[in-house]
C-alpha cells in the first residue's frame, strides 16, 4: 500500500555513533543491529478507526527518531508496519456508525498519512495492510497447524473452527514470558484487557490466542486454504515482519500496551514460522495520558494531531512537544506543553535565522552533544537542553548545525 511522502533529511559530514536502545525483553542497552551495516525495523502500525491522537504521534516519531540515528551512523535502514485493516475494535465501530468498515480504514489511513506527513515522520518502506497478506496468514497458520503449535477450537457459531496457538508447544527460540517477563497471572490479566480471551472453553491454555477467526454471519471473511475467515491480530506482525524484512529484525517497536500479549504472542508465531527469534530488540515507547487518563480512541479522550493543527498549531511545536519527553517514559499532556513549544519554537528560528550574533567555534561541539544524546537510547530531551544550552550560551547556528537539528529532530528551523 502507498505510505506518505517523506521530508527531506539533509546529509551531515561527520559521524554519529550507533545508537543503543532499550531492550523489553533483556531490560538491557543494545546495540540491535549487532554491529551490522543494514538496520531492520518493524513497527505496529495503527487500528484504522479513529483519528491519529498524541499518542500514537509519540510512538511514530520515537521510532522516526531511531531511523534517522541509524541513517545519521551511516547505515541501511528498512523498515515495514502494518495496518490492522480488519479487526474487532474496527469493525465494532463500523457498525455502531453505521458505516461500512473498509470505508472507515481508508478513510482513517488517509488520515494518518497526513498526521505524519505533517509532523514529517518518515514512511516505511513498507505499509502494509493486513487485508491484503491474508493468504500469507493463512498459510503461516496451516504450516503451523502440521507443526503442532496450533489447534483447532469447537465453533458451534461458524462453519468452520477457530485455530489457535498452542503458546505451550516447544519451540527452540522461545517459551512463553520471553519478551514480556511476566508473571502468569499478569498475563492473564493482560491478556483479558488487550484482545485475548483466557474465559473462551476448549482452549489448551487460556493464554492461548487466536490465530485464524473463522467465518461468522455478518463479519468479513477471505477463501483460504484452512478455510473461510480472517487473520487473528498477533500472527498478522509476525508473518509481515518476516516477509517484508526477514528474521530476526534489529527492532520490533510500539507502544508498552502492545507488551503482552501482543509483542509475546509475535515473537512466539515468529520462532514456531522460522526457528528464530523475531527482534534483537523489542522497544517500547510510554503512554501518554490526557486529564488523568492513558489516551485511547476507545475511551474517547483524544487529542489528535488534526485537532491541534486545524487549531492553528505548527507542526514543529507538536514536534517539539513531544521530542521534549522521553520515549520511555508514561507522561501526561497538558494544554501547556504546545504553548512552551511554540515559545521554544520561536527561539530557536530566531537563533537559526541570525537574528542574535553568537560565535561560531563550537557548534561543532554542540553537534556531537545532540548526536550523542540522540544515539543514547533516543534521548531527545538532552538533545532539545543540548539546543537550548548553545542559545543561551551565545553560540552560533551554523548552517551545518541547523541541517543536524533538521536530519536527527526533524525540525527545520526557519
Ligand atoms: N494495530 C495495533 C498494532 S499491530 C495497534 O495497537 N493499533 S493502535 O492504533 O491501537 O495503536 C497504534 C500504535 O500506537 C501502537 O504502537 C500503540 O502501542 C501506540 N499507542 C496507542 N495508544 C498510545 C498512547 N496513549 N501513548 C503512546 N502510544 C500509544
Ligand atoms: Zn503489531
Known sequence: MRAWQAPSVPDVPGAA???VVHDTATGNPVDPTQGEERAALYVCGITPYDATHLGHAATYLAFDTLGRAWRDAGLDVEYAQNVTDVDDPLLERATRDGVDWRELAASQIDLFRRDMESLRILPPDDFVAVTDEVDRVAEAVAFLQETGSAYEVPTPDAEGEDLYFDVNHPTDAWSLGDESGLDRETMLTLAAERGGDPERPGKRDPLDPLLWRAARDGEPSW??????GRPGWHIECSVIAGDRLGLPISVQGGGSDLVFPHHEMSAGHAAALAHQPLAHAFVHTGMIAYQGTK???SLGNLVTVRGLLDDGAD????RLALLSHKYSDDWEWFDAELTSATTRLATWDAWASGASAGHADDAADVASRIRARVSDDLDTPGAVAAVDTAIAG????TPELADLIDALLGIRLA
Open 223 to 228: 477463501d483460504s486454504e484452512i478455510g473461510p
Open 315 to 318: 507542526p514543529r511545536a507538536i
Open 17 to 19: 555513533p550507533r545508537p
Open 394 to 397: 551565545g553560540t552560533a547556528c
Open 295 to 297: 489516551i485511547s480512541k
